[in-house]
């Protein structure tokens, strides 16, 4: 009974994601030279400090908002699209970004894998330079 119901969870993403990017800084590449490590930890610390709300909705469509930072001022970049789900990975293509229509060739494709539990979603395709993913969480309704 219990297996049944996580299964049911974990096969519907519809909802409310909330997240950011994870590091494993143990294992991120920095340059050498002084100036750009420097460089490269303030652009690390600029990604961490992004923030991701995912909206999967019922009619196979989504919403991805990126908070962030830019040159002192808050940014919002607002991405929609279609997804389909297959077991228990979400694969969504943007065909808006900030209310635009995306050209059929600069479409952004993502994969996501989500947890047994059903609580998580893990970007696929992590960053090898940066060992960096990002990682949601199913808002609490």
């Given at each position: 009974m219990v297996f049944a119901v996580v299964a049911a969870v974990a096969s519907s993403p519809v909802g409310t994601w909330i997240g950011a990017y994870k590091f494993d800084m143990s294992k991120v590449k920095l340059p050498t030279d002084p100036q750009q490590k420097a460089m490269a930890k303030s652009a690390i610390e600029a990604i961490k400090a992004?923030?991701?709300t995912f909206v999967l909705k019922s009619d196979k469509t989504f919403r991805m908002e990126m908070r962030s930072v830019q040159a002192g001022k808050q940014r919002v970049q607002v991405s929609e699209g279609k997804y389909t789900v297959t077991g228990n990975k979400v694969v969504s293509t943007t065909l808006k970004r900030d209310g635009k229509a995306v050209p059929?060739?600069?479409r952004t494709v993502n994969t996501l894998r989500i947890s047994t539990d059903g609580n998580t979603m893990v970007h696929t395709k992590s960053d090898p330079q940066l060992q960096g993913?990002?990682?949601l969480k199913r808002a609490k309704k």
């Open positions: 992004m923030k991701f059929a060739n600069d993913h990002l990682e």
